[in-house]
């Protein structure tokens, strides 16, 4: 997906040991459809050559040498076309510098008569990052609205061991992508998201599940991430991910769960593919094959439907439905819908392309008042499609 089709990013550079990792972050944003130009102070020069830049984004590279007037390749004009500019690596003599308004250098001139968003991606040794001036220059950047990718902590290129460390370039990635794609309905709501499957203890070894992957929960908390919601996911498969990740095992741990957070929530997407039966017994150790015998029968009970019974004053709730059965898939989803009082359901039909573990998905959205078909297409494209769906259903929701 070019999720950043027709795009024009700024990427200034400063004089960091991690300006590397740049080449990786340009990839990423010419890969997803952006036009990339490239800012580079001399201290970067020191590090990388203008030409490996030029090279990997495709474009004439901006440095004290090349600055010119005859064009847009000066400190005034580079950034009036821009959607977005990102500083990184951004060193501790570029903010602290840009946050004191000084500018004796391209790269400074150029953020000082920049107006367009503003992200930052600081790297530097740690006792540097954590040092009064720095901090306060930071909180400065901040107040002024400027977003800030905060460094994490590792052993460093000076085999220092502290916080410092540019970020995770696919974070550096994802959180330029929001402020590209922002959309104004998500800004500051709640969003509850959650996915993959339960796992029912039969004792401390054995369990029983389903093949739920959560990719299909993890697009959906992706992509309310980028149109600028405050995304929580709640997972049996967690992975690193720019927002809040919890992990649950059972159906009473997300039940827990689920009760705690969707309070506070303004949405629901239930994606998490919940245990109809759990064993009626749990068994604490492990259960020996010799005391089993040559055939077994494990006696379960029906498990709690959360979905059903969870408050949805003031939530509305988005509910999902695999099915295998073409025939009945729709009469089902609308007994879903009505009888567990929810606001929409995805349904999704399984077969051909389509499985647990796929990359691809198509669904059915379903309302009381209307069905939307979303054709065969990457997980992701297929969330973005039901978060603009799911718009409709929050109109009346008070920020």
Not at 188 to 199: A, D, P, Q, Y
Not at 252 to 278: E, G, I, Q
Request: with cysteine.
């Amino acid at each position: 997906m070019n999720l950043l089709e027709g795009k024009n990013i700024l990427v200034c550079v400063s004089g960091s040991i991690a300006i590397y990792k740049n080449l990786e972050l340009i990839r990423l944003f010419v890969k997803s459809g952006a036009n990339v130009k490239v800012l580079m102070s001399e201290g970067a020069k020191r590090f990388i050559t203008p030409l490996t830049f030029e090279a990997i984004s495709g474009q004439k590279v901006l440095h004290k040498k090349s600055e010119s007037w005859s064009d847009e390749y000066n400190h005034i004009k580079i950034t009036k076309n821009v959607d977005l500019v990102v500083l990184a690596p951004a060193s501790a003599n570029t903010i602290n510098k840009f946050s004191c308004g000084i500018a004796d250098t391209l790269l400074t001139q150029t953020l000082l008569a920049n107006k367009k968003p503003l992200l930052l991606a600081p790297s530097m040794n740690t006792n540097m990052y954590i040092d009064p001036s720095t901090q306060k220059s930071l909180k400065k950047l901040k107040k002024r609205g400027i977003k800030i990718v905060e460094p994490v902590f590792k052993k460093l290129a000076c085999l220092d061991e502290g916080n410092g460390a540019l970020a995770d370039v696919w974070d550096i990635f994802y959180f330029a992508s929001r402020i590209c794609l922002r959309d104004d309905f998500w800004k500051n709501k709640k969003v509850l998201v959650t996915g993959g499957g339960t796992r029912e203890r039969i004792d401390d070894v054995r369990f029983i599940g389903n093949f739920s992957s959560g990719k299909m929960a993890y697009n959906l908390a992706l992509s309310l991430f980028l149109r600028g919601a405050k995304v929580r996911l709640l997972t049996s498969k967690p992975k690193n991910a720019p927002f809040k990740v919890v992990q649950f095992d059972d159906t009473k741990t997300l039940d827990l769960m689920m009760k705690k957070f969707s309070k506070k929530s303004d949405y629901l997407f239930m994606a998490a593919a919940v245990s109809d039966y759990k064993p009626k017994v749990f068994t604490k150790g492990k259960l020996k094959k010799k005391d089993m015998g040559k055939e077994w029968s494990l006696d379960l009970i029906q498990n709690e439907d959360i979905l059903s019974k969870i408050d949805k004053k003031n939530l509305k709730v988005i509910g999902f439905k695999a099915e295998f059965d073409k025939q009945n898939a729709l009469i089902n989803a609308k007994n879903m819908l009505e009888n567990k009082n929810l606001d929409a359901v995805c349904l999704n039909i399984l077969g051909g392309d389509v499985n647990f573990s796929s990359e691809v998905s198509r669904m059915s959205f379903i309302t009381k008042d209307d069905i939307k078909e979303i054709g065969l297409k990457s997980k992701l494209e297929v969330a973005f499609d039901i978060v603009d769906f799911s718009k409709k259903l929050g109109k009346d929701i008070k920020i």
